[in-house]
């Protein structure tokens, strides 16, 4: 039987009420042939023949010696004949070789099927290889982002659109003393203490998670198991954008304070003077530079030292930088949340 015997086999003696679906396999995204015993080509669809390069019309008629190279022909005539000899489906994944030369995976049956009284054999298969590419490169990152978010020392947290810890770092649930099962799950606000600049905080996580803004630099005061405040400067940036809404937020500490008790709230004013300590002035520059009495200025001071549990103007001044109520990359020194204000991009 020659080559144009075997295509016509694929365009003719079709039944008129199988024409549709032998149109539908011939153009189906799965990758379809049928062989005969002796490894020649009846008929292949277009997705099988892509496989090789090709067209089906370049396919049918020719033995799998003529596409595969021998090491692959002699394991398909291998598998041909399994089917052959046992007369039921077999399910596989195999390995081949693709025009680029490089290696593809195809998850498929093969199967007996009888053609002009012969017994033949077909197969069906769905290349897989950029979609096991995909899963690998992802693997991959995922692998290559846990280590970066175990082994960075940054407590970080991915958060979801409702503002649930989804994962967290070991860092992350150190600084809350907690183990990172225990802190998975937890709702952010939470880990928050009360402030007045919660609600600038909460409008600027509605904008990340309604797309107006990509990532935000901020600071809010964090509230570990035991009760225990620290400042602490928060990269929050979103993640995995559909139309409207992103669905997470990676929060980073950047830098954090010394843990304390809670304390009241410092007044502009009290945090202005610590400002101007921490620059060098002396309680006369203090009362010039805020329209201060020398009285209110040492009145100030001395609520401050309680405050602060500081007995001397330095320790003072050391305390407000560790406890994060002065910014500690800043020059002149001011406020924690005025040097870290709610930007955004």
């Known amino acids: 039987?020659?080559?144009?015997?075997?295509?016509?086999?694929?365009?003719?003696?079709?039944?008129?009420?199988?024409?549709?679906?032998?149109?539908?396999?011939?153009?189906?995204?799965?990758?379809?042939?049928?062989?005969?015993?002796?490894?020649?080509?009846?008929?292949?669809?277009?997705?099988?023949?892509?496989?090789?390069?090709?067209?089906?019309?370049?396919?049918?008629?020719?033995?799998?010696?003529?596409?595969?190279?021998?090491?692959?022909?002699?394991?398909?005539?291998?598998?041909?004949?399994?089917?052959?000899?046992?007369?039921?489906?077999?399910?596989?994944?195999?390995?081949y070789r693709r025009p680029d030369g490089s290696a593809g995976r195809a998850v498929g049956h093969r199967f007996p099927v009888r053609e002009n009284a012969r017994t033949c054999v077909a197969g069906i298969y769905v290349d897989v290889t950029d979609h096991l590419r995909a899963t690998v490169q992802w693997q991959e990152a995922e692998e290559n982002l846990q280590a970066l978010r175990d082994h960075s020392g940054l407590?970080?947290?991915?958060?979801?659109?409702?503002?649930?810890?989804?994962?967290?770092?070991?860092?992350?649930?150190?600084?809350?003393?907690?183990?990172?099962?225990?802190?998975?799950?937890?709702?952010?606000?939470?880990?928050?203490?009360?402030?007045?600049?919660?609600?600038?905080?909460?409008?600027?996580?509605?904008?990340?998670?309604?797309?107006?803004?990509?990532?935000?630099?901020?600071?809010?005061?964090?509230?570990?198991?035991?009760?225990?405040?620290?400042?602490?400067?928060?990269?929050?940036?979103?993640?995995?954008?559909?139309?409207?809404?992103?669905?997470?937020?990676?929060?980073?500490?950047?830098?954090?304070?010394?843990?304390?008790?809670?304390?009241?709230a410092l007044t502009a004013a009290q945090i202005r003077i610590l400002s101007l300590l921490a620059e060098g002035s002396s309680n006369g520059d203090i009362a010039t530079s805020l329209h201060l009495s020398r009285q209110t200025v040492d009145y100030h001071l001395s609520r401050l030292r309680h405050l602060l549990g500081a007995a001397t103007r330095p320790a003072l001044v050391a305390r407000a930088y560790v406890l994060g109520i002065l910014a500690p990359r800043a020059w002149p020194p001011r406020s924690a949340t005025a040097a870290h204000p709610l930007s955004t991009v």
Request: proline share 5%.
């Open 1 to 95: 039987m020659d080559d144009s015997t075997f295509k016509a086999l694929s365009r003719t003696g079709t039944p008129g009420r199988y024409a549709a679906f032998a149109d539908l396999v011939d153009l189906a995204p799965a990758a379809a042939f049928i062989r005969d015993s002796d490894g020649r080509y009846l008929w292949a669809n277009h997705a099988y023949a892509h496989l090789y390069g090709t067209v089906p019309d370049h396919v049918i008629g020719k033995y799998i010696e003529d596409l595969d190279e021998p090491a692959e022909a002699e394991q398909f005539r291998a598998l041909d004949q399994e089917i052959l000899s046992r007369g039921t489906p077999v399910r596989h994944t195999l390995g």
């Open 155 to 264: 407590p970080c947290a991915l958060l979801s659109a409702n503002g649930r810890v989804v994962e967290a770092s070991a860092a992350a649930a150190e600084l809350f003393q907690v183990s990172p099962h225990d802190l998975v799950g937890r709702r952010a606000h939470t880990l928050l203490a009360p402030e007045p600049d919660l609600d600038r905080l909460h409008r600027r996580w509605n904008g990340l998670i309604s797309r107006r803004t990509r990532r935000v630099e901020t600071s809010a005061v964090l509230v570990d198991a035991h009760g225990l405040q620290r400042r602490a400067q928060l990269h929050l940036t979103s993640i995995g954008h559909s139309a409207s809404r992103a669905r997470h937020v990676w929060a980073v500490v950047t830098h954090q304070s010394l843990a304390h008790e809670a304390h009241p």
